[in-house]
């Protein structure tokens, strides 16, 4: 059956989902405010991370297509435009506030899960979890924007499964979208009432569902271009992978989108569906900038790790929360992305007290050869992420 659908061949697959997610547009093109909104709304949505062993997720996966991009940039975006604002997709990302009208069912659902959830038992043992996010709310409503700092709690915890009741709170309340985050000091989170900081979109109502399964799917289509009913609903998290499937039953009934079979990286073809015009998109691409670029491990092109492999032949996790003796790699590994091909990967750290960027760790996929071009590659891309770190010295393993 999937050898009478059209074709999309490996290459193609390739580059249309490159193409789409902003890797085939010329990386050395004006950075400004307005551009950098633009490459966020092309791509969808930016992960934001905590993790700094070079630079912020997001400030990497931006700088990877964006050459002039500054960290500025967005915080003007998010704190001073309000053009984006931070809350979860499949993690927590910075978002065009255009579309804040359909995280209301994310925000509804939310707040249903965590009540069940054993997170939120946890953190309130001992307390009256109600009463706590009524009085981390009323505090807020009074006093203007806090961080979790400014509450206290006189047992000592740590992180995360040791959160404070009062910063449990506030994320209970952030995801279920009664607080948004105005802006971040030190990279903290700092909260304040939703209405206060999207005064013009607070009270956007709540999409029917019906609505809300259109946006979904149809804008995940658009920024992946050949997809399966399951990556349309793990795109934004915030639909099921049976109404997806049901979207793509109705749209290509509508000759909206078309089925195909779609080529991976090992040769066999698999079904799936693709924008009915694939083929005029394909053909208007650009072919892929010459040059080196380091992605970041929350690239959207990487997020979905089976469709890396699968798309890409790249097997890349994670391996931040490995133990450290289990690690292949590395504790913040960035692939190697040559043209529409992953070649290898490295392991960077940044020593921002002698600016020095140290490469722990080098390694080329099998089959791909250091040559001196590639290797002069490799050279240019490390030079621009010291630049934009701002490393004097590189050092290679």
Known sequence: MANLLPFVSASAARRLFLGAQGLLDDPTRRATVPSLQALIEKLGFVQVDTINVVARAHDLTLSSRLDGYRPEHLRKLLED????FEAFTHDASAIPTAWFGHWRPRFARDRERIHAHAWW???FRGTDGARVVGDVKARIEREGPLKSSDFEHPEKRG???GWKPQKAALDFL????ELMIPRREGFQKLYDLTERVLPDHHALPCPNPEAHVEWACASAAERLVVFTPKELAEFWASIEAAEAKAWCDRAAKAGRIVPVAVEGADG?????FALADWEKRLAKLPDPPERTRLLCPFDPVLRDRARALRRFGFDYRFEAFVPEPKRKYGYFVL?????????GRLDPKLHRDRGLLEVRGLWWEPGIKATKARKRGLD???ERLATFVGAEEILLP
Request: hydrophobic residues 40%; charged residues 30%; positive net charge.
């Open 335 to 343: 692939p190697i992305l040559e043209g529409e091909r992953f070649v």
């Open 174 to 177: 952030w995801r279920s979208g």
């Open 121 to 123: 038992q946890h953190h």
């Open 159 to 161: 992180p995360w499964w």
């Open 268 to 272: 066999e073809a698999r079904p799936a």
């Open 380 to 382: 240019e891309a490390l």
């Open 81 to 84: 435009r309000r053009s984006l």
